[in-house]
């Protein structure tokens, strides 16, 4: 393994554990008046929450062979084989970009927090951008592996 890093979404975990325990409280709230009406606030905790540990944080790993992204729990992961990269660059993304998996005017954005990315060019002319609180370092490893 030439590079590892975990990067936490904190602001993202924090948002959706809250609005999940929010709606599951007043989904508990209303199951005492009424069962029936309870089961969208429940099942909305449900997935905000299975959002929160699917998407809460990226994991980052290049080795010699390839660079896999994986999101929470690594139920949601790319993997990129080395000998179709073509180039490393980092950049920085527009605010509004957002985080998660997008479609961006530069290609697939994958991001958990911040602007500051990493985009692999492939030989094929597709482009991907890999959200990163440690850009250089992923920039770096990247380039040693395509040497």
């Given amino acids: 393994m030439v590079y590892q890093h975990t990067q936490t979404g ?3 975990r924090r948002l959706l554990r809250a609005i999940s325990i929010i709606t599951a ?17 429940l099942a909305s905790s449900a997935i905000v929450f299975a959002c929160a540990i699917l998407f809460d ?6 080795s010699n062979d390839h660079v ?8 949601i992961r790319k ?11 980092i950049v ?10 997008r479609l961006t005017p530069h290609g697939w954005l994958y991001n958990v ?3 500051d990315a990493v985009e692999i060019l492939m ?16 920039h770096n490893a990247i380039n040693s592996v395509l040497m």
Wanted: proline fraction near 3%.
């Fill in 113 to 115: 927090s911040g602007l």
């Fill in 79 to 89: 993997q990129f084989n080395v000998d179709n990269i073509k180039t490393a660059t």
């Fill in 68 to 75: 896999e992204i994986r999101f929470g729990i690594g139920m």
């Fill in 57 to 62: 944080s990226l994991t980052v790993r290049v």
């Fill in 123 to 138: 030989h094929n002319g597709k482009q991907y951008r890999i959200g990163t609180d440690q850009p250089n370092e992923l």
């Fill in 25 to 41: 409280g007043s989904g508990l709230i209303v199951a005492l008046r009424s069962t029936l009406r309870s089961i969208p606030l």
């Fill in 92 to 101: 920085k993304n527009k605010w509004y970009y957002g985080w998660g998996i």
């Fill in 10 to 12: 904190v602001l993202t």
